[in-house]
């Protein structure tokens, strides 16, 4: 695909022109050490992406949309990864469910939170709202051994708000409640303040039911979330 190659190209460009070493290092211990880095904020990466799609034609659907991102974890630094996220994101409206598998290759590959969760709230969750019929994947997913996949399938409705299917969130949350990876309970504990924020009572409601089912993380993210959606709307 040479629209891939191009993109991909001057994504290449752009980061290698934009390296800064002391960025560089403190990015790399905030992840832990686990991807190397090249210094460039967010911000930067932004002016990066746009630059680099300037004048070349739109993608000609999802094949091409994944391609890019399959490519951008195929590059050692983790801007490439977030690249990647963002080009999926602005053509999120193209993926269909034949894009599950690309999909789940990225959140398990690389994986950690950064990419994870911009992969579960603004690319899978807008492709499950799309294509109801990918709740079996999620379905699927929340039951799976990878801990990624589990915490995309809780994460996925996050940006939902008042359109969230509150049993199903409620299920996934009781589903792996007994998880005792901090991942999982965490992902739990933002799924339910999220939601808390539209529906505290619902969430309260929950919460009295199965509080001792739940970690003490998810408990007191959901209790923000609750005591936020409770705040007087501001006049």
Same mark, same amino acid.
């Given at each position: 695909?040479?629209?891939?190659?191009?993109?991909?190209?001057?994504?290449?460009?752009?980061?290698?022109?934009?390296?800064?070493?002391?960025?560089?290092?403190?990015?790399?211990?905030?992840?832990?050490?686990?991807?190397?880095?090249?210094?460039?904020?967010?911000?930067?990466?932004?002016?990066?992406?746009?630059?680099?799609?300037?004048?070349?034609?739109?993608?000609?659907?999802?094949?091409?949309?994944?391609?890019?991102?399959?490519?951008?974890?195929?590059?050692?630094?983790?801007?490439?990864?977030?690249?990647?996220?963002?080009? *999926?994101?602005?053509?999120?409206?193209?993926?269909?469910?034949?894009?599950?598998?690309?999909?789940?290759?990225?959140?398990?590959?690389?994986?950690?939170?950064?990419?994870?969760?911009?992969?579960?709230?603004?690319?899978?969750?807008?492709?499950?709202?799309?294509?109801?019929? *990918?709740?079996?994947?999620?379905?699927?997913?929340?039951?799976?051994?990878?801990?990624?996949?589990?915490?995309?399938?809780?994460?996925?409705?996050?940006?939902?708000?008042?359109?969230?299917?509150?049993?199903?969130?409620?299920?996934?949350?009781?589903?792996?409640?007994?998880?005792?990876?901090?991942?999982?309970?965490?992902?739990?504990?933002?799924?339910?303040?999220?939601?808390?924020?539209?529906?505290?009572?619902?969430?309260?409601?929950?919460?009295?039911?199965?509080?001792?089912?739940?970690?003490? *993380?998810?408990?007191?993210?959901?209790?923000?979330?609750?005591?936020?959606?409770?705040?007087?709307?501001?006049?």
């Amino acid at each position: 695909m040479p629209a891939v190659s191009a993109l991909v190209e001057r994504f290449r460009s752009g980061v290698e022109a934009g390296r800064d070493p002391v960025h560089a290092a403190g990015m790399a211990a905030y992840l832990r050490h686990q991807f190397p880095c090249a210094g460039i904020t967010q911000p930067a990466l932004a002016v990066i992406y746009r630059e680099a799609a300037a004048g070349l034609p739109a993608p000609a659907g999802a094949a091409e949309v994944t391609a890019v991102a399959l490519a951008c974890w195929e590059l050692p630094e983790r801007e490439y990864q977030h690249l990647g996220c963002g080009h *999926l994101r602005r053509h999120a409206r193209l993926l269909g469910p034949d894009s599950v598998p690309a999909l789940a290759r990225l959140v398990t590959t690389k994986s950690w939170w950064d990419t994870v969760d911009e992969l579960a709230t603004h690319v899978v969750g807008p492709l499950v709202a799309a294509h109801p019929e *990918l709740r079996a994947v999620m379905d699927r997913w929340v039951e799976a051994d990878d801990i990624w996949l589990a915490r995309v399938a809780i994460l996925h409705q996050e940006r939902w708000k008042e359109r969230t299917d509150a049993s199903l969130l409620f299920a996934y949350c009781l589903r792996r409640a007994g998880d005792r990876e901090f991942f999982i309970r965490k992902a739990i504990g933002w799924a339910l303040r999220s939601y808390a924020k539209v529906e505290p009572d619902a969430v309260a409601g929950f919460l009295a039911e199965h509080s001792a089912r739940l970690s003490g *993380l998810s408990r007191r993210e959901a209790e923000r979330g609750i005591e936020m959606g409770r705040r007087p709307a501001a006049r």
